[in-house]
Protein backbone atom coordinates (compact mmCIF):
# COMPACT_ATOMS: atom_id res chain seq x y z
CA UNK A 1 0.00 0.00 0.00
CA UNK A 2 1.05 3.20 -1.18
CA UNK A 3 1.05 6.45 1.38
CA UNK A 4 0.72 9.27 -0.59
CA UNK A 5 -0.11 13.47 -0.34
CA UNK A 6 -1.18 15.55 -2.96
CA UNK A 7 -0.01 18.89 -3.15
CA UNK A 8 0.37 21.90 -5.32
CA UNK A 9 2.76 25.15 -4.84
CA UNK A 10 1.83 28.29 -5.79
CA UNK A 11 4.32 30.35 -4.99
CA UNK A 12 7.01 29.46 -2.92
CA UNK A 13 8.54 26.88 -0.58
CA UNK A 14 8.26 29.13 2.10
CA UNK A 15 4.71 30.06 1.99
CA UNK A 16 3.98 26.45 0.62
CA UNK A 17 5.84 25.17 4.15
CA UNK A 18 3.09 27.49 6.01
CA UNK A 19 0.43 25.87 4.49
CA UNK A 20 1.54 22.40 4.19
CA UNK A 21 3.86 21.36 6.63
CA UNK A 22 5.95 18.73 5.16
CA UNK A 23 9.20 19.29 6.76
CA UNK A 24 7.45 19.95 9.62
CA UNK A 25 5.70 16.76 9.34
CA UNK A 26 8.69 15.21 8.41
CA UNK A 27 11.19 15.56 11.15
CA UNK A 28 8.41 15.39 14.06
CA UNK A 29 8.15 11.93 12.24
CA UNK A 30 11.58 10.49 12.47
CA UNK A 31 12.12 12.19 16.09
CA UNK A 32 9.20 9.80 17.24
CA UNK A 33 10.99 6.77 15.30
CA UNK A 34 8.20 6.80 12.22
CA UNK A 35 8.81 6.44 8.73
CA UNK A 36 8.14 8.79 6.04
CA UNK A 37 8.00 6.66 2.78
CA UNK A 38 5.35 8.95 1.85
CA UNK A 39 4.85 9.80 -2.06
CA UNK A 40 4.44 13.45 -2.63
CA UNK A 41 2.71 13.95 -5.89
CA UNK A 42 2.87 17.77 -6.88
CA UNK A 43 -0.19 18.32 -9.21
CA UNK A 44 1.47 22.31 -9.65
CA UNK A 45 4.67 24.42 -8.72
CA UNK A 46 7.60 21.60 -8.11
CA UNK A 47 9.46 23.79 -10.20
CA UNK A 48 9.04 27.17 -7.88
CA UNK A 49 10.62 24.53 -5.10
CA UNK A 50 14.43 25.05 -4.80
CA UNK A 51 16.52 22.15 -4.95
CA UNK A 52 17.48 22.57 -1.22
CA UNK A 53 13.92 22.24 -0.15
CA UNK A 54 13.09 19.30 -2.29
CA UNK A 55 16.59 17.75 -0.99
CA UNK A 56 15.61 18.78 2.55
CA UNK A 57 12.07 16.21 1.52
CA UNK A 58 14.35 13.84 -0.17
CA UNK A 59 16.38 13.33 2.86
CA UNK A 60 13.81 12.64 5.26
CA UNK A 61 12.63 10.16 3.73
CA UNK A 62 9.87 11.45 1.40
CA UNK A 63 9.37 10.16 -2.09
CA UNK A 64 8.57 13.53 -4.50
CA UNK A 65 7.31 13.16 -8.13
CA UNK A 66 6.34 16.15 -10.20
CA UNK A 67 2.93 15.32 -11.56
CA UNK A 68 2.42 18.56 -13.09
CA UNK A 69 2.20 17.49 -16.87
CA UNK A 70 -0.66 14.69 -15.94
CA UNK A 71 -2.37 17.02 -13.68
CA UNK A 72 -2.60 19.58 -17.32
CA UNK A 73 -3.50 16.66 -19.31
CA UNK A 74 -6.46 15.51 -17.07
CA UNK A 75 -7.34 19.35 -16.67
CA UNK A 76 -7.87 19.53 -19.91
CA UNK A 77 -10.89 16.29 -19.65
CA UNK A 78 -12.46 18.30 -17.13
CA UNK A 79 -12.85 21.76 -18.37
CA UNK A 80 -16.49 22.16 -16.71
CA UNK A 81 -14.58 22.20 -13.50
CA UNK A 82 -12.88 25.75 -14.50
CA UNK A 83 -16.46 27.38 -12.70
CA UNK A 84 -15.15 26.47 -9.44
CA UNK A 85 -12.34 27.91 -7.69
CA UNK A 86 -8.62 26.63 -8.18
CA UNK A 87 -8.25 24.83 -4.67
CA UNK A 88 -11.73 23.07 -5.42
CA UNK A 89 -10.75 22.01 -9.05
CA UNK A 90 -7.12 20.33 -7.56
CA UNK A 91 -9.14 18.99 -4.89
CA UNK A 92 -11.38 17.05 -7.20
CA UNK A 93 -8.68 16.35 -9.98
CA UNK A 94 -6.21 14.42 -7.54
CA UNK A 95 -8.64 12.01 -7.95
CA UNK A 96 -7.84 10.90 -11.43
CA UNK A 97 -4.38 11.93 -11.22
CA UNK A 98 -4.11 9.47 -8.51
CA UNK A 99 -5.47 6.73 -10.11
CA UNK A 100 -3.37 7.47 -13.44
CA UNK A 101 -0.32 7.67 -11.63
CA UNK A 102 -0.32 4.59 -9.70
CA UNK A 103 -2.40 2.81 -12.11
CA UNK A 104 -4.46 0.67 -9.64
CA UNK A 105 -2.26 0.11 -7.02
CA UNK A 106 -3.86 0.42 -3.20
CA UNK A 107 -3.24 3.84 -1.88
CA UNK A 108 -4.00 5.88 1.57
CA UNK A 109 -4.19 9.51 0.89
CA UNK A 110 -3.46 11.92 3.70
CA UNK A 111 -4.00 15.79 3.12
CA UNK A 112 -0.75 17.22 3.55
CA UNK A 113 -1.71 19.19 6.86
CA UNK A 114 -1.94 15.82 8.98
CA UNK A 115 0.15 15.62 11.61
CA UNK A 116 0.65 12.22 12.64
CA UNK A 117 0.18 10.30 16.47
CA UNK A 118 1.23 6.68 14.59
CA UNK A 119 3.64 5.66 12.09
CA UNK A 120 2.23 6.07 8.48
CA UNK A 121 3.64 2.11 7.96
CA UNK A 122 1.32 1.49 10.67
CA UNK A 123 -1.48 2.92 9.88
CA UNK A 124 -1.30 0.80 6.47
CA UNK A 125 -0.72 -2.28 7.80
CA UNK A 126 -4.37 -1.69 9.88
CA UNK A 127 -6.52 -0.75 7.05
CA UNK A 128 -4.87 -3.29 4.39
CA UNK A 129 -7.25 -4.44 2.04
CA UNK A 130 -10.31 -1.87 3.39
CA UNK A 131 -11.58 1.33 0.89
CA UNK A 132 -13.09 4.30 2.72
CA UNK A 133 -12.69 7.52 3.23
CA UNK A 134 -12.89 9.10 6.82
CA UNK A 135 -15.47 11.91 6.63
CA UNK A 136 -14.42 15.70 8.10
CA UNK A 137 -10.69 17.51 7.13
CA UNK A 138 -8.17 17.15 6.90
CA UNK A 139 -8.80 13.89 4.17
CA UNK A 140 -7.97 10.51 5.28
CA UNK A 141 -8.56 7.98 2.46
CA UNK A 142 -8.03 4.63 1.55
CA UNK A 143 -8.51 2.67 -1.77
Known amino acids: MKN ?8 DE ?10 FVGERNLSLGFSNNI ?12 AQYKNSLKELGFL ?3 ASN ?10 QLNRFIDYEKKCFLRWPVINKFFA ?14 EDPEVIAK ?3 GLTFVLQGCPAFTVI
Open 126 to 128: KIE
Open 70 to 79: LYLETEKVYL
Open 39 to 50: NILFLQGYNLLS
Open 104 to 117: GEKIVHYDGDIVFN
Open 64 to 66: LHD
Open 14 to 23: KSFEEFVPLK
Open 4 to 11: LIVAWVLK
